[in-house]
């Protein structure tokens, strides 16, 4: 296989990826996209840039938003919105 023809399948091989992943619903309770920028997600430059407690402070804050309005707007969704949240509020408590 010639080097011309590796680069040509390695290309092939990344559209194919990339179908892949288009094509792949979005995760809006673990990982909706509109908290990412590149490879980086909100929760860890919040936790960078303001420490743990006060990221911890602000989990179970949003938690309770969750659960507060869970039967007005997003329902289970919103429940399992809120267990990420308290998730990962003992996540970062594991790192103390």
Wanted: net charge negative; proline share 2%.
């Amino acid at each position: 296989m010639s080097d011309n023809d590796l680069a040509n399948a390695v290309k092939e091989l990344e559209n194919q990826i990339d179908g892949i992943i288009a094509d792949k619903p979005e995760d809006v309770v673990n990982h909706p996209s509109h908290y990412e920028t590149g490879k980086f997600e909100c929760i860890d430059v919040m936790t960078e840039a303001l420490g743990t407690t006060a990221v911890r402070d602000f989990c179970v804050c949003n938690a309770f938003k969750y659960i507060y309005r869970h039967k007005r707007k997003g329902g289970d969704e919103d429940i399992a919105k809120a267990n990420w949240y308290l998730n990962k509020f003992i996540e970062l408590g594991e790192h103390r």
